[in-house]
């Protein structure tokens, strides 16, 4: 058996319009993308996955970007992954309700399940956990805040014709 050897975690910064971001990622992913309100080290290693995630994200919130194309690994259950690939299948400008993403998994009563593991999405923006609001169009939850959350729909909708595209499986 070869020693497994520990992979070399690269982070930068990304001052976005809604805040500072900082992304996580290894020599060949996305490991984490998340708001932060400081810069918790002053020296960081970083390498081009981690660059070309910042460059991705500055080209979506300044409009020229509707679909990220990073390798991505989040730390989760598989469950958990299940959730957030589904997660990914939800097109810019549109909306999906937690029940849709239950049925989506084969079991609506797993709403409050995929609710929680929405929530605990390491990868913001890039895995679109805030395009996921309430049956009632309520927005409901984001760990970057109601505001952010808001601020990315409405930032979508500007970008995709700004007619609400909200689906919702019932």
């Known amino acids: 058996m070869k020693p497994r050897t ?3 975690e690269y982070k930068t910064y990304f001052n976005s319009p809604i805040g500072l971001i900082e992304i996580f ?3 060949e992913s996305i490991k984490r993308v998340s708001f932060v309100e400081e810069k918790f080290d002053s020296e960081f290693l970083t390498n081009d996955y981690v660059k070309n995630c910042a460059l ?3 080209e979506y919130f300044y409009g020229g970007r509707k679909e990220f194309e990073l390798n991505l690994n989040p730390n989760g259950t598989e469950f958990q992954k299940k959730v957030w690939n589904e997660l990914l299948k939800i097109p810019f400008g549109y909306t999906k309700s937690y029940l849709f993403i239950a ?4 079991d609506q009563l797993a709403i409050r399940a995929a609710a929680k ?3 605990q999405n390491p990868i913001s923006i ?6 996921v609001i309430g049956s009632d169009g309520s927005l409901t939850g984001y760990a970057g805040g109601l505001w952010r959350k ?3 729909l409405e930032h979508e909708q500007k970008y995709c014709g700004g007619e609400k595209q909200l689906e919702l499986l019932l």
């Open 6 to 8: 520990e992979s070399i």
């Open 25 to 27: 990622g290894s020599d």
């Open 56 to 58: 991705q994200l500055d």
């Open 103 to 106: 049925k989506m998994l084969g």
């Open 117 to 119: 593991a929405n929530g």
């Open 126 to 131: 890039i895995i679109p956990c805030h395009r």
């Open 150 to 152: 808001k601020w990315l």
